[in-house]
């Protein structure tokens, strides 16, 4: 069977014209091989785009189908498609967001699945997320409010600085300069006579050096020694010892021995008290009657008499 040159020119152009409409479609983010499930919410603005995406969790699942005004609400319609697997209840919010710096905007799909179920065709409630760009419209008046008081501030400094540098008094920074000059001459200079006197006692740095490390090698094998003390039974000994002289001063102390006795009797104490004032009569009848005294170195016997109370007086 031929077909005619007509039928071939009509088949070849319906077929243009439909390839036309798929494009022109697919163009506007609409694909006639799909179904679609067509889903509604508005705002206060419109701040998207045609074929704007629809994701969730940022991940692309549709896209923006068509934007219209109402004029009764006076708010932006938009209706959107999402894929027929993707299932959310009507709690379910649409959030517009920012996508980058440079600006675009898209939908985010907060998945809810508490409530009934959202079928196509169902409307449901939107949120803005603020962008970067938003934010920074927003406080750019303060910042730049700031940023003019920062700027005047730096003048202010810079003019300071300025006159300071070119104050040609003694208290200017020039003459500060010039005296950390001076100063770093001097410690120059100082730095070489070190390093000469370094240079000519390098033999007798060299000794101290060698003696200092004899003398290093001789302690430690003096702490050597010590470590090999025992001084474990050093300390016992010591305790020991201690323990001896805590007994025998608990002996004194209780009156025990000679020395207790001598410090605890009292008329050991009495006796001597007594023994030292006839001492001192002794010592006061030899001042007055010296010569009685003499007598008996000659061997002769002389009756003691008592002294006169008036003499004990004296």
């Known amino acids: 069977m031929k077909v005619s040159r007509e039928v071939k020119t009509a088949i070849l152009v319906l077929s243009g014209i439909i390839l036309l409409i798929f494009l022109f479609n697919y163009l506007k983010g609409e694909n006639l091989f799909e179904s679609p499930n067509t889903y509604y919410t508005e705002f206060d603005y419109n701040a998207l785009g045609s074929?704007?995406?629809?994701?969730?969790?940022?991940?692309?699942?549709?896209?923006?189908?068509d934007i219209s005004y109402d004029f009764e609400t006076g708010k932006t319609k938009v209706a959107f498609t999402v894929n027929d697997q993707l299932t959310f209840s009507k709690q379910s919010k649409v959030r517009l967001y920012q996508t980058g710096l440079m600006g675009g905007n898209?939908?985010?799909i907060i998945i809810s699945q508490e409530g009934e179920q959202a079928k196509p065709g169902d409307f449901l409630q939107s949120e803005i997320k603020d962008g970067l760009i938003n934010n920074l419209t927003e406080n750019?008046?303060?910042v730049s409010d700031n940023l003019?008081?920062?700027?005047k501030s730096a003048d202010t400094l810079l003019v300071s600085l300025n006159s300071l540098v070119v104050d040609e008094s003694d208290d200017g920074l020039k003459h500060a300069i010039k005296e950390l000059n001076s100063t770093m001459?001097?410690?120059k200079s100082v730095a070489y006579s070190i390093n000469t006197l370094v240079n000519k006692n390098d033999d007798k740095l060299a000794a101290v050096l060698t003696n200092f490390d004899s003398i290093s090698k001789d302690l430690s094998v003096i702490t050597s020694d010590l470590k090999n003390v025992e001084f474990s039974k050093t300390v016992a000994n010591l305790d020991k010892t201690l323990a001896s002289v805590n007994n025998l001063m608990a002996s004194i102390s209780n009156g025990d021995g000679t020395i207790g006795k001598l410090l605890k009797d009292e008329g050991l104490y009495n006796n001597l008290e007594a023994a030292s004032k006839e001492m001192e009569e002794l010592v006061r009848d030899i001042k007055l009657?010296?010569?009685r005294y003499r007598r008996i170195l000659?061997?002769?016997?002389?009756?003691?008499?008592p002294p006169k109370e008036e003499d004990q007086n004296n």
């Open 298 to 305: 000659s061997k002769k016997e002389i009756p003691y008499t």
């Open 140 to 142: 750019f008046e303060g």
């Open 51 to 65: 074929s704007s995406p629809v994701t969730v969790k940022g991940n692309a699942v549709g896209k923006v189908k």
């Open 106 to 108: 898209a939908l985010a």
């Open 148 to 151: 003019d008081i920062t700027l």
């Open 289 to 291: 009657h010296p010569a």
């Open 185 to 187: 001459k001097a410690f």
